[in-house]
Nanobody
């Protein structure tokens, strides 16, 4: 019923910037928190940043001061602006959203397919 699609990944040099986007589409009532996760080869998926429906934010310590998460509730979009990129930021980045699908009010988690970010020296 709901689809999340990420875009904006790619190859960038150390110190460069990328902006990831995630669009939610389908039939649903509302979106609660949205988040970005990442997973590097051989490592577990980790939370990068989260934003609530009222735009409160939290970040992993490793990205504080460099990454900014934002959202557009009208357009059902969430963004991750990544600046001062480091090689250790290389990973597949996944969009996550808690979505209320109908009037019952239950929240379901949805995931995007992931977008590759590679930071080279």
């Amino acid at each position: 019923q709901v689809q999340l699609v990420e875009s904006g990944g790619g190859l960038v040099q150390v110190g460069g910037s990328l902006r990831l986007s995630c669009a939610a589409s389908g039939r649903f009532r509302s979106i609660n928190s949205m988040a970005w996760y990442r997973q590097a080869p051989g490592k577990q998926r980790e939370l990068v940043a989260v934003i609530t429906r009222l735009t409160s934010t939290n970040y992993a310590d490793s990205v504080k001061g460099r990454f900014t998460i934002s959202r557009d509730n009208t357009k059902n979009l969430v963004y991750l602006q990544m600046n001062s990129l480091k090689p250790e930021d290389t990973a597949v980045y996944y969009c996550n959203a808690g979505i209320v699908r109908n009037y019952l009010g239950s929240e379901y988690d949805y995931w995007g397919q992931g977008t590759q970010v590679t930071v080279s020296s």
